[in-house]
């Protein structure tokens, strides 16, 4: 099976630090987390109730749902409390050069 192609998603200049940004990406929308030296990427559209979680409080690795305060893990889009219980859908990144590259 092929994997499909890395994708460019953001300078790494652009990236926050130990925050998130929003950022359109082969037609999605995508959350770009910096924690530390990593960077994640999810989705960016809350699985429990339609809000950007660009716009919500990044913690870690918790970002919080600005809208009813529901958290997710950013490494692997895992629900860590309620109102939340679906996982957002995380994608794979790499950093080469000065260029953020996601895979979908």
């Given at each position: 099976?092929?994997?499909?192609?890395?994708?460019?998603?953001?300078?790494?200049?652009?990236?926050?630090?130990?925050?998130?940004?929003?950022?359109?990406?082969?037609?999605?929308?995508?959350?770009?987390?910096?924690?530390?030296?990593?960077?994640?990427?999810?989705?960016?559209?809350?699985?429990?109730?339609?809000?950007?979680?660009?716009?919500?409080?990044?913690?870690?690795h918790e970002i919080e749902c600005p809208l009813h305060q529901g958290k997710?893990?950013?490494?692997?889009?895992?629900?860590?409390?309620?109102?939340?219980?679906?996982?957002?859908?995380?994608?794979?990144?790499?950093?080469?050069?000065?260029?953020?590259?996601?895979?979908?």
């Amino acid at each position: 099976m092929n994997e499909s192609p890395w994708v460019d998603a953001m300078s790494t200049a652009d990236l926050p630090t130990d925050d998130v940004v929003g950022v359109a990406v082969a037609g999605k929308d995508v959350a770009i987390y910096a924690v530390g030296d990593s960077v994640y990427a999810t989705d960016n559209v809350c699985t429990h109730g339609q809000a950007r979680l660009c716009d919500g409080f990044l913690d870690g690795h918790e970002i919080e749902c600005p809208l009813h305060q529901g958290k997710f893990d950013v490494r692997d889009g895992k629900p860590l409390c309620s109102p939340v219980s679906d996982p957002l859908r995380t994608y794979p990144v790499k950093i080469e050069g000065q260029r953020v590259y996601l895979r979908f």
